[in-house]
């Protein structure tokens, strides 16, 4: 296990600046997952793999940005 902190929420936020970029997170990873979910439900009811299989690749799309603005510099 890691070094515990006294204060692991002033820990985060100091953190926060260098690690995090959130213009990509919120304008394109976010919107891309939701839709990404919407498009795998739709696939689910309507029974259309091409749907399903857009909506996988998408969702690993945006946690793939995700995790791209939340590594270190």
């Keep these: 296990m890691g070094k515990r902190h006294l204060n ?13 970029h959130p213009s990509t997170s919120l304008l394109i990873a976010v ?7 919407l498009l ?15 909506g996988i690749i998408s969702v690993i799309a945006a946690l793939g940005l995700q995790r791209h603005d939340h590594e270190a510099p």
């Design 8 to 20: 692991p929420a002033a820990w985060q936020w100091r953190l926060l600046p260098g690690h995090h």
């Design 40 to 54: 795998m439900v739709l696939g689910v009811f309507s029974s259309n793999l091409a749907d399903i299989a857009i």
């Design 31 to 37: 919107p891309l997952l939701i839709i990404a979910c």
